[in-house]
């Protein structure tokens, strides 16, 4: 089974230039994340999806970051304009889930490798 | 969301048991405890994860203090493979918190 694709899996930009984060979750899952990573840090929640909706993006910084799931598959995360401070691991993640009788039982995130973003 | 403590960092030989602790003192009753880990330049990995009882898998065992507020992760025998950093997540199944809380986990260097 194929794992959580991300790309690109490093950028190098100037600040203030746009850049933008590709992921492909894990065939059939619903829920995908997006976290940031900081050096020396755990990652942090920037949004996640239920399927095309955001249901949780109280985390991520809507002046300048947008993301977007068409279909319900892939996703794209966007910085417009990025900053030296956007300098991080973006992650993407997607959880698989087994329910019974509509409980879940049991749930794993699934990470991806990271794109690594430099801003200079 | 409930927190967790680790040490900053753990060293361990090749082949010998590495036990990673975490305290959790305010962890409530319906909070699973969770260990993901990152190896060098990949995204976090799940481990393993419990509520009560201990648990084993094939990558480790969590043993989980009889009143909860610790826990241990247990490498039976670590190899090179290991070296990584080891995050302790409290999660609450009922789906309160829908996301993992990561802090800084332990950084785990095995020695040849």
């Known amino acids: 089974e194929a794992g959580v694709v991300q790309s690109p899996r490093y950028k190098i930009i100037e600040k203030k230039q746009p850049v933008a984060f590709w992921c492909n979750p894990i065939s059939g899952h619903n829920t995908l994340y997006w976290y940031r990573q900081n050096l020396g840090q755990g990652p942090e929640l920037l949004i996640r999806?239920?399927?095309?909706?955001?249901?949780?993006d109280s985390q991520l910084p809507k002046d300048r970051f947008s993301a977007e799931r068409l279909k319900g598959v892939d996703s794209t995360l966007k910085i417009q304009p990025a900053e030296l401070g956007d300098s991080a691991v973006y992650l993407c993640?997607?959880?698989?889930?087994?329910?019974?009788?509509?409980?879940?039982?049991?749930?794993?995130?699934?990470f991806g490798p990271g794109t690594r973003l430099l801003v200079l | 969301d409930a927190k967790t403590t680790q040490p900053n960092s753990m060293e361990s030989n090749e082949e010998e048991p590495v036990h990673l602790p975490c305290n959790h003192s305010?962890?409530?009753?319906?909070?699973?405890i969770h260990w993901y880990r990152q190896l060098p330049s990949q995204g976090p990995e799940y481990v393993i994860h419990?509520?009560?009882s201990n648990v084993n898998n094939r990558m480790a065992s969590l043993a989980i203090a009889e009143d909860r507020k610790s826990s241990t992760l247990i490498l039976h025998r670590a190899t090179l493979r290991d070296a990584a950093v080891y995050y302790c997540i409290l999660r609450d199944w009922q789906g309160g918190s829908e996301k993992l809380v990561f802090g800084k986990g332990t950084k785990l260097t095995v020695n040849p």
């Open positions: 419990g509520l009560t």
């Open positions: 999806y239920e399927n095309e909706e955001a249901v949780d």
């Open positions: 305010t962890i409530s009753g319906t909070d699973y």
């Open positions: 993640a997607s959880r698989g889930t087994d329910r019974a009788g509509g409980r879940v039982l049991w749930e794993t995130q699934y």
